[in-house]
């Protein structure tokens, strides 16, 4: 039943490390979503894709790459995570041409040690 | 580039009362939607309620409503009847018609006193 899934929902990791989280939604959406809020819970868009096309880029430091192998997935790959990667990470989907509603997953809290 | 102003970053109500959240935007878009997002503290995003611009008559959900005010671009929350599960960040966003870029404001801490 869950429209949006994100994983994993916590990731602990070191300083450097590559990680990678996951997004799915199975509400047929066209349009997909990653935002970051930060720790004075302040959320901004990072990345947009819409049927796989990417279409918002944010300023996001280059070691952020977002991923649309499908309509359905959208995922997050960072490379030489840094302390200030720490945030919680927000994937969302829509129908961009209808009601513009957004629907956003659990969000996946990372902390960068 | 739009804007969206919470001025409230915290608020308290007893519970039962009524609250109005406060939420202001700039814009110089004339097709747009706005909404109201609840994140309690499992973290979750939920969507309370949505106005289109177009439309004059304000939103109502249950015991949510909004008052729409596009001249002065105003978009406020009322929570009547309010309710302990209603403790949360309440944030305001904007998105123009059309786009895919939804601007949030930086949110309202609210808290119900049983």
């Known amino acids: 039943d869950t429209a949006v899934s994100q994983t994993p929902k916590y990731l602990v990791t070191q300083m450097g490390n590559d990680k990678s989280i996951k997004c799915e939604q199975n509400?047929?959406?066209?349009?997909m979503y990653w935002y970051k809020q930060d720790s004075k819970k302040f959320l901004k868009i990072m990345f947009s894709?819409?049927?796989?096309?990417?279409?918002i880029n944010e300023t996001v430091p280059n070691r952020f790459s977002p991923k649309s192998p499908d309509k359905a997935h959208l995922n997050l790959h960072i490379n030489s995570l840094e302390l200030g990667d720490s945030a919680v990470y927000f994937c969302?989907?829509?129908?961009?041409?209808?009601?513009?509603?957004?629907?956003f997953g659990p969000g996946t809290r990372l902390t960068v040690t | 580039a739009q804007t969206v102003t919470q001025s409230q970053p915290e608020m308290s109500v007893q519970e039962a009362e009524t609250v109005t959240l406060s939420c202001t935007y700039d814009?110089?878009?004339?097709?747009?939607?706005l909404f109201w997002y609840k994140q309690p503290p499992s973290r979750q995003m939920i969507l309370v309620i949505r106005?289109?611009?177009?439309?004059?008559q304000n939103a109502t959900e249950n015991r949510f409503s909004v008052n729409f005010q596009k001249a002065a671009k105003s978009f406020s929350l009322k929570i009547s009847d309010s309710q302990l599960g209603d403790t949360a960040m309440y944030f305001c966003?904007?998105?123009?018609?059309?786009?895919?870029?939804?601007?949030f404001g930086t949110g309202t801490r609210l808290t119900i006193i049983p």
């Open positions: 106005q289109e611009a177009y439309k004059q």
């Open positions: 509400l047929g959406h066209d349009t």
């Open positions: 814009t110089s878009e004339n097709n747009y939607y």
């Open positions: 969302a989907s829509s129908h961009a041409d209808r009601d513009h509603e957004q629907y």
């Open positions: 966003a904007f998105i123009p018609r059309g786009h895919e870029k939804l601007t």
């Open positions: 894709y819409n049927n796989k096309e990417l279409i």
